[in-house]
């Protein structure tokens, strides 16, 4: 399962931006998208675009429209058209009937009410451990529905033991998914495909091998590597970059409208100003506003990335006064 670690900076990587439209990107998602778009680009790599809206309740038409402009108005670029995910879901089909058939899958027709009555919170995000209630209990979604009258979900079956990662910031790392999780949704009851599923299967087939994402997507990285493995894909490599607090040390809120992209966009915020203040905070001197494609030359992914990153009132004041 381990990756050879002098593998992890190769030249000529492809990476990915992918925007998840259930809300405005804020000035954190703006720091990820500009991160792993300089780690690719500055190492000649190629960039595709994904939009990750299988969440048909929370994601909207609008909020696509804004993460595209977003993203430009930052100064990136990608390659190809861009993957929406929702656009076809059949690829993700396919992946969970392989799953199924070869036994890696089962089907689950608990409610979340029912799992949250049998088991504790995990105490790091909230989330259900889940006790494995309907573990070899179906081979078939037909089996599910017929005995209990509910339309199942599915759920990977988790191996025990220890799964590890290699990130290129912060080395290797082990993680208890059988313990913390349990077996985990790839499909929830109401039909749709779960992120973690989804993401390995466009990994895959945009060609992606490099991922530069957000810190809170760290625990995911075990959960899709125990999927790599069951569809027998290669797993890309991993840099988990630091998340952005405000000036209390709180993570940068979605709720924070004002620092919402789409606002600042319209305001006629200097994006300069956010891309000087994205590469100042991996330690990249460049005067107080920058291009994405000037701070390039002198861009290397440092353990730096993996700390957070301040983001004060005083910079969202410098941003108000740029326009
Ligand atoms: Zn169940």
Not at 295 to 323: G, H, I, N, W, Y
Request: proline share 5%; aromatic share 6%; glycine share 8%.
């Amino acid at each position: 399962m381990a990756q050879d670690l002098s593998t992890l900076d190769k030249k000529n990587p492809v990476g990915r931006l992918a925007p998840s439209p259930t809300g405005f990107l804020h000035v954190g998602h703006a720091r990820s998208f500009l991160l792993a778009w300089w780690d690719t680009r500055s190492r000649g790599g190629r960039v595709v675009l994904r939009i990750e809206d299988l969440d048909r309740e929370r994601c909207k038409p609008e909020y696509v429209e804004a993460a595209r402009a977003d993203l430009e108005w930052l100064g990136l670029d990608w390659d190809g058209e861009a993957l929406v995910q929702s656009r076809d879901l059949a690829p993700y089909e396919r992946a969970c009937e392989s799953l199924l058939e070869r036994g890696f899958a089962y089907p689950c027709v608990c409610s979340r009410a029912e799992i949250h009555a049998l088991s504790a919170p995990h105490a790091s995000d909230g989330e259900q451990r889940y006790p494995g209630t309907c573990r070899g209990k179906w081979r078939t979604r037909e089996e599910a529905r017929d005995a209990t009258g509910r339309t199942p979900g599915l759920r990977l079956a988790v191996p025990e033991g220890r799964v590890a990662i290699v990130d290129r910031l912060r080395g290797a790392l082990e993680f208890e998914v059988a313990a913390e999780v349990g077996d985990f949704l790839i499909q929830r009851r109401d039909g749709a495909f779960a992120y973690q599923l989804a993401v390995v299967v466009d990994d895959a087939r945009q060609g992606v091998d490099s991922v530069v994402r957000g810190e809170d997507l760290l625990s995911s990285a075990a959960r899709q590597r125990l999927l790599h493995e069951r569809l027998n894909l290669r797993p890309p490599s991993y840099a988990h970059v630091g998340l952005v607090l405000d000036g209390t040390g709180q993570r940068l809120a979605k709720r924070r409208g004002d620092l919402a992209l789409a606002h600042l966009r319209a305001a006629g915020v200097d994006p300069r100003v956010l891309v000087a203040w994205a590469a100042r905070s991996l330690g990249v001197e460049v005067g107080q506003r920058a291009l994405a494609a000037e701070v390039l030359p002198r861009f290397t992914l440092a353990p730096r990335a993996a700390q957070p990153a301040q983001f004060s009132d005083a910079e969202a004041e410098l941003l108000r006064r740029s326009t």
